[in-house]
């Protein structure tokens, strides 16, 4: 069974820089598909971002340009890299995993079958 474990959240100031980590434990890393979702206080769960076993990626409109995934299998691990933050990006982030190949991975996330608990982002002056 695939564990996931979020790290990396914190307090940041707008125009400032994150970057979330979600390290997987528990089966091959290197045959999943990692999403990152994120939910803010009384809206619904957002896709933000995945990144398939070949490295292609995907984005919602609302991050592309400042959001970056990026994973190393070495270290069965999946990054956001979060710059030039935003009020509206403060949430509790997700991580979550789909087993087996796509070609085109889709943040949606009914699809993903694993889910950590989450890292709390806060953006804040």
């Known amino acids: 069974q695939l564990q996931l474990v979020e790290s990396g959240g914190g307090l940041v100031q707008p125009g400032g820089s994150l970057r979330l980590s979600c390290e997987a434990s528990?089966?091959?890393?290197?045959?999943?598909?990692i999403g990152w979702f994120r939910q803010a206080p009384g809206k619904e769960r957002e896709g933000v971002s995945c990144?398939?076993?070949?490295?292609?990626?995907a984005y919602a409109d609302s991050v592309t340009g400042r959001f970056t995934i990026s994973r190393d299998n070495h270290k069965n691990t999946v990054y956001l890299q979060i710059n030039n933050l935003k009020h509206e990006d403060k949430a509790v982030y997700y991580c979550?995993?789909?087993?087996?190949?796509?070609?085109?991975?889709?943040?949606?996330?009914?699809?993903?079958?694993?889910w950590g608990q989450g890292t709390q982002v806060t953006v804040s002056s």
């Open positions: 979550a995993a789909q087993h087996g190949y796509v070609k085109l991975c889709e943040i949606v996330a009914g699809t993903y079958d694993h």
């Open positions: 528990g089966d091959t890393f290197m045959y999943y598909t």
């Open positions: 990144i398939t076993q070949n490295d292609g990626t």
